[in-house]
C-alpha cells in the first residue's frame, strides 16, 4: 500500500464498511499503515495524524498514482 490509497475496513472489524485513505506508511517494512476516514467521524485520532491500521484488515479499492 501507498499514500493515497482509497481502502475498506474489512467487514470482520469494528469499523466495517468504512472508507478511508492511507495517509502514511511506516519506512520499514510494518504491518501497519495510518489510515484517516472519508466520513471524518470518529475513529480520527485527534491530533490529526490519522488512525494505525493493519493492513491485513483493509481492502484496497483504488490504488493512487
Known sequence: MK???LVRIRPYCTNKGRLA???R???WN???VWI???DGGRG???DGKGSAAL???LELL???R
Open 21 to 23: 485513505v492511507v495517509i
Open 25 to 27: 506508511v511506516a519506512d
Open 3 to 5: 499514500v493515497g490509497d
Open 55 to 57: 493492513i491485513r484488515n
Open 36 to 38: 484517516t476516514y472519508v
Open 44 to 46: 480520527n485520532c485527534s
Open 62 to 64: 483504488n490504488e493512487s
Open 30 to 32: 510494518s504491518p501497519s
